[in-house]
């Protein structure tokens, strides 16, 4: 895609957020590595890539001085090893397996990696994600891994076709970060949220989101079938 509409796009973006503490993580899945050097160009300070192996392929062609790189994809636990060194949030955990395997390999190269809980706000069969009534447990579990700082919830809510019908989902997230704050849980101290896709960004700004996640509109359509 064009530089000038990538600038458009994004410059849209920011005047969405001007005034809010939300941030965009401009998501590059199936995007190249000239698209998203003209992101970073544009003034987009976190890239958001889903798949391991697409994150290897262009990590070095990436300008990444002052720029954040979030894997907010499944991550399998096998792969781990591959991006711990190069990723600054994780936002997909969502089992006990995965966190011990990150707070191990990053307990080996002296990292205390960020990770948020992936929750499966919409109580989706299909879905990864904590529940939110399992929330609290999981937390428990995980919270004595060395080498994890627990930042926060991410959420992919379900695909609306009516416009604003995720808005209650953000607001549910919001309270889950606000009710888990209150129990005080030790090791605990989680501020951030990451929701809201190019869909639906505005009514996730509007509920708190700290990252949104936007890929189609800044890229365009993704015009290959494989990734949603
Ligand atoms: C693809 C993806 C996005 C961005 O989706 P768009 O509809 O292109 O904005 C956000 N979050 C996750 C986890 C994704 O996989």
Do not use: W
Request: net charge neutral.
């Amino acid at each position: 895609m064009e530089f000038s509409i990538i600038q458009n796009n994004i410059n849209k973006i920011f005047r969405c957020l001007e005034g809010s503490d939300t941030q965009l993580i401009a998501v590059t899945k199936t995007r190249t590595s000239e698209e998203i050097n003209a992101a970073i160009a544009c003034g987009v300070r976190h890239i958001g890539e889903n798949r391991v192996q697409e994150l290897l392929e262009k990590y070095d062609h990436i300008q990444r001085e002052n720029v954040s790189i979030h894997l907010i994809g499944r991550l399998q636990t096998n792969k781990v090893k591959y991006i711990i060194d190069k990723v600054d949030l994780i936002h997909s955990v969502d089992s006990y397996r995965l966190a011990a395997e990150i707070s191990k390999r990053a307990s080996a190269i002296n990292k205390v990696q960020d990770i948020l809980v992936e929750i499966n706000i919409g109580g989706e069969e299909s879905k990864g994600g904590i529940l939110p009534d399992e929330l609290c447990d999981f937390l428990k579990n995980i919270s004595s891994l060395p080498s994890l700082r627990i930042r926060g919830l991410m959420a992919i809510p379900p695909i609306q076709i009516e416009p604003h019908q995720n808005y209650e989902y953000f607001l549910k997230m919001r309270q889950l970060l606000v009710d888990i704050s209150n129990k005080k849980l030790d090791n605990i101290n989680m501020d951030i949220l990451s929701m809201g896709m190019s869909d639906d960004y505005e009514d996730a700004i509007k509920a708190g989101s700290s990252f949104i996640r936007v890929g189609r509109g800044i890229f365009g359509q993704r015009n290959s079938t494989e990734v949603k």
